[in-house]
Nanobody
């Protein structure tokens, strides 16, 4: 059974950094073309933050994190990372890792949760001012 396990969340002050990790077990990246990170703050809808095409490395970022967050993958370790720098209080949320079949990540104008069928349990990120 496929499992995605996130780690790396925590509490930091504004301007700080965190690196989230998502390890996929029970399958190889082959068969899943893309991995993404979503976040959900209390009372808000789930938002697509970043995604990566496993094969070619093309990426997507939502506007609010461009220049601050970097998504990357290590195929040998079945792991996807989200490096988050210059964190802001508005980045506070539960962050979820997800896997899906799309390969056209680099062409997307928006990241939809409907394109990802496998989800992790989430890791909390809290940024204080």
């Amino acid at each position: 059974q496929v499992q995605l396990v996130e780690s790396g969340g925590g509490s930091v002050q504004a301007g700080g950094s965190l690196r989230l990790s998502c390890v996929a077990s029970g399958y190889r990246f082959k068969g899943y073309n893309s991995m993404g990170w979503f976040r959900q703050a209390p009372g808000k809808e789930r938002e697509g933050v970043a995604a990566i095409w496993i094969g070619g490395g093309n990426t997507y970022y939502t506007d609010s994190v461009k220049g601050r967050f970097t998504i990357s993958r290590d195929k040998a370790k079945n792991t996807v990372y989200l490096q988050m720098n210059s964190l802001k209080p508005e980045d506070t949320a539960m962050y979820y890792c997800a896997a899906g079949p799309r390969w056209d990540i680099g062409t997307l104008s928006e990241l939809s949760a409907a394109d990802f069928g496998t989800w992790g349990q989430g890791t909390q990120v809290t940024v204080s001012s």
